[in-house]
């Protein structure tokens, strides 16, 4: 008997002790729950931007901030696409033995779709502050709010895996 055996590690290649299929249930389901929370959130603002045409006030922007909606519409449906996309995917790869790879993709569209829901707030915000406030520093709250954004959801996360993970690491 080998020592893996004897430990009950067989098969098992990573720190956690977790099967490849082990693996990638355990991470399927921490995507499902990071999903759910931004498809909440980008199928309210999807819904609010779909209903702004069939206001009054839209009958009343000039061309630039109607360009800008229609940006900002296209931005929240294809995140709304990317969004739930990762659902589609296990529905139609589901019971196929794929769920590593599945994952994978589940997790890049989930990717996608944080960008260009970051994309649809930018523009939502810049098409709301140019009509409320019509002001030239418009564009430096927008850059601000951006910026803000990208501290939150990509140089603290970035910081934090280079600071506090190893070159030995294994991968998640």
């Known amino acids: 008997m080998s020592a893996d055996e004897v430990s009950g590690e067989a098969g098992r290649g990573d720190s956690r002790g977790e099967t490849e299929d082990e693996r990638a249930d355990r991470r399927w389901q921490e995507l499902v729950q990071e999903i ?15 209903t702004v045409v069939f206001t009054p006030a839209f009958q009343k922007l000039g061309q630039t901030d109607r360009t800008i909606y229609i940006v900002t519409v296209i931005l929240g449906s294809l995140a709304t696409g990317a969004l739930i996309g990762p659902v589609a995917f296990h529905r139609i790869v589901s019971g196929r033995s794929i769920k590593p790879m599945m994952v994978v993709w589940a997790s890049r569209l989930t990717f996608l779709g ?34 803000w954004y990208l501290v939150c959801w990509l140089v603290l996360p970035l910081w934090a895996r280079s600071r506090y993970t190893s070159d030995d690491s294994p991968a998640e």
């Open 36 to 50: 759910r929370v931004t498809q909440t959130g980008v199928q309210i603002l999807f819904g609010f931007l779909l």
């Open 114 to 147: 944080l960008v260009l829901l970051l994309a649809t707030l930018i523009s939502a915000l810049f098409l709301i502050l140019r009509t409320a406030t019509h002001d030239g520093f418009v564009p430096y709250l927008v850059a601000g709010v951006f910026a």
